[in-house]
C-alpha cells in the first residue's frame, strides 16, 4: 500500500535561512516557520500559541530560500514531513528530527522591497525560469539525494539541535 505525506504550512519565518552545502557541494538550507492558531479553552476563553516547525530545502529551491527569505517573511511552504536521526557529537546519544522537506516555497502577503530596490512577494517562479522570482518550486529530487541519517550534514556551529526554539 502506497502513502501519502504532503504538509502545508503559512506562517512566518521565525529567523534568517541558514544556508549551507554538504561536502558533495549540494546546497541545504534549514529555517524554522512561527505557525499561530488560536482555540477556545473549556471555560470559552480564547486562547492563542505558536508552533515553530523546521523546514530543510534542497537545490535551487535552498539558494533561493538562503537569498530572499528573512526573518518575519510570510511565507507558504509546501512539502512532506520527514524524520531522521543522528549521533550527538557530544557521544550523549541518538537525537530525533522531525522537518518539513519543502518541495514549493512561496511568500504571501504584502509586496517587500530588497536593499537594491527590487520588489519581490506574491507570485510564483519555477526553478527552470531564468526570471526574477517569489517563489521556487523542487523539481523532484529521488529520495535517495536526500541523507537520512545526517551524516552528510555540515553540523557545526551548533548543529541541528540550534534549530529548536525552546
Known amino acids: 500500500m502506497r ?32 505557525v499561530g492558531y488560536s482555540w477556545k479553552d473549556q471555560n470559552g476563553e480564547l486562547k492563542e500559541n505558536t508552533d515553530f516547525i523546521s523546514v530543510v530545502a534542497w537545490g535551487p529551491l535552498a539558494e533561493f530560500c538562503g537569498k530572499y ?9 509546501e512539502g ?4 531522521g536521526s543522528y549521533e550527538a557529537k557530544d557521544g550523549s546519544g541518538k537525537r530525533y528530527t522531525t522537518d518539513i522537506l519543502a518541495s514549493t516555497v512561496q511568500f504571501v502577503g504584502a509586496k517587500k522591497e530588497d536593499s537594491s530596490g527590487r520588489n519581490y512577494g506574491n507570485g510564483t517562479r519555477d526553478t527552470q525560469t531564468k526570471a526574477t522570482g517569489q517563489s521556487v518550486r523542487d523539481n523532484g529530487f529521488s529520495d535517495d539525494e536526500f541523507p537520512t541519517d545526517f551524516s552528510e550534514l555540515d553540523l557545526d556551529e551548533g548543529g541541528l539541535d540550534a534549530e529548536i526554539p525552546f
Open 3 to 34: 502513502g501519502f505525506n504532503k504538509a502545508i504550512l503559512i506562517g512566518n519565518v521565525s529567523r534568517d535561512p541558514d544556508l549551507r552545502y554538504t561536502l558533495n557541494k549540494r546546497a541545504y538550507v534549514r529555517f524554522t516557520v512561527a
Open 69 to 77: 527569505l528573512k526573518k518575519g517573511t510570510g511565507v507558504l511552504v
Open 80 to 83: 512532506r514531513i520527514q524524520t
